[in-house]
């Protein structure tokens, strides 16, 4: 019997967008409900989930939520689908799947989180300097997690082929560094520091920028619009 998947999303999220990129890869289908996150949520969608927010899936009428957990179960529903982690019990399956947790967490703890702070800033000195301490968190933090990444035939996470769970739950961050780096929305010395001083995590970054499990959704327009008037409004309440 096929699984029925319902994903409620909105294509302007990134943390939706790691379902889109699970689900592409997997090649698993699903329906999908777009949630308008300009209003508040219909009741209907409270219900499903309370908090409100996208990323949700109902899986065989299951409801989970929480992007990392969807995704989760999506890689674990389906290994014989595209190996995106291996199982705990496979031999050094335990410790790939650690391996991979930890990239990730340092992706968001070390990256992502001096990258948010570009609506807090007003300046284009500000702005810079947050430039050059996401690189300089890369270079610390995350390039060497990524020496073995670095062939052009397997240029994912572990020297893999194809996407990892690392792809699926940075991918969407990673799209939309070098969409909104490129159109400077976020810092725009980011690709020349990068490119210079972190080269296997920036190869990493275009690979994963162009793959089309996540561009699949990706509106890069509508995106930068989004974030700019995003950061317009963080900047003006600071
Ligand atoms: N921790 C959540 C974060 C999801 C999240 O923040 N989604 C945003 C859209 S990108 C949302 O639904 N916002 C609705 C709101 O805040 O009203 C996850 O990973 O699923």
Known sequence: MTDRIVLYTNHNCPWAHRAHIALAELGVPYEEVIIDLSRPRDPEYLEINPRGLVPSISFNGEIVTESAIVAGLLADAYPE???????????GGALVRARIAFF?????????SQLFKVGTVKTEAEVAAIGEAVVAAIAKELEPLLAGSTSSEKPFFGGNERLTLAEVLTGSFVVRLVALTKSD???SNIPSLAAAQTPAFW?????????PSVTGIFDEENNIRVFRERIAKQRAAA
């Not at 990730?104 to 992502?112: E, G, N």
Request: proline share 9%.
């Open 203 to 211: 190869a990493w970054a275009q690979a994963v920028a162009k793959h």
């Open 185 to 187: 929305v976020w810092p």
């Open 104 to 112: 990730v967490d340092t992706y968001f703890s070390k990256l992502q």
């Open 81 to 91: 689908k595209a190996p995106l982690v291996p199982v705990s019990s496979a031999k």
